[in-house]
């Protein structure tokens, strides 16, 4: 299959064929190749070795894509099927975002306040969800508008976290 992957606002061809064995996968990202594993971990966990390197993530689906953490950092993916042969959109996205709640959980630090900039994958949050931290990162550089969250507050999944402007 053949996808358009939006992530950050950056679009990328991904081609995704079944690899040699249960749960390998040759992904082709803008033409280079990559050969992944991905293995079911738990209801919304994945286990992914991809380059020899390890990670966990944890993913909650979305119209049209997916939410995912991955090294404490909230990525949307925007994933639409491509029209064969048609060279995938490039551009960036503008106005503010949303830096959401991955998962239910109790916020253990913010790390910013309203009228801070902040460089893109700075840490602006501590979140501490199925007995793990996970700093929550932002997806690019800005200048936080809304930190409507405080510490030991619980919040549940897509609970607004962070804006940026």
Same mark, same amino acid.
């Given at each position: 299959m053949i996808y358009d992957a @939006? &992530?950050?606002?950056?679009?990328?061809?991904? /081609? %995704?064929?079944?690899?040699?064995?249960?749960?390998?996968? @040759? &992904?082709?990202?803008?033409?280079?190749?990559? /050969? %992944?594993?991905v293995r079911a971990a738990g209801p919304h966990t994945m286990s992914v070795i991809a380059c020899g390197h390890a990670h966990e993530i944890f993913l909650e689906a979305l119209e049209g894509g997916y939410r995912v953490l991955l090294r404490g950092r909230v990525l949307d993916v925007g994933l639409v099927e491509a029209a064969r042969g048609a060279v995938a959109a490039r551009g960036t996205a503008g106005g503010p975002a949303r830096?959401?709640?991955?998962?239910?959980?109790?916020?253990?630090?913010?790390?910013?306040?309203?009228?801070?900039?902040?460089?893109?994958?700075?840490?602006?949050?501590?979140?501490e969800a199925m007995k793990m931290e996970n700093e929550i990162r932002a997806p690019r550089a800005g200048r936080v508008k809304e930190a409507p969250v405080q510490e030991g507050q619980a919040?549940?999944?897509g609970a607004l976290l962070v804006l940026l402007e």
């Open positions: @939006t &992530v950050d606002g950056h679009t990328v061809r991904a /081609e %995704v064929r079944a690899g040699s064995g249960e749960g390998r996968y @040759t &992904v082709r990202i803008d033409g280079r190749p990559l /050969e %992944v594993d830096v959401q709640a991955p998962m239910p959980g109790k916020l253990v630090r913010v790390l910013v306040r309203a009228g801070q900039d902040v460089g893109a994958g700075q840490g602006l949050v501590v979140m919040v549940e999944t």
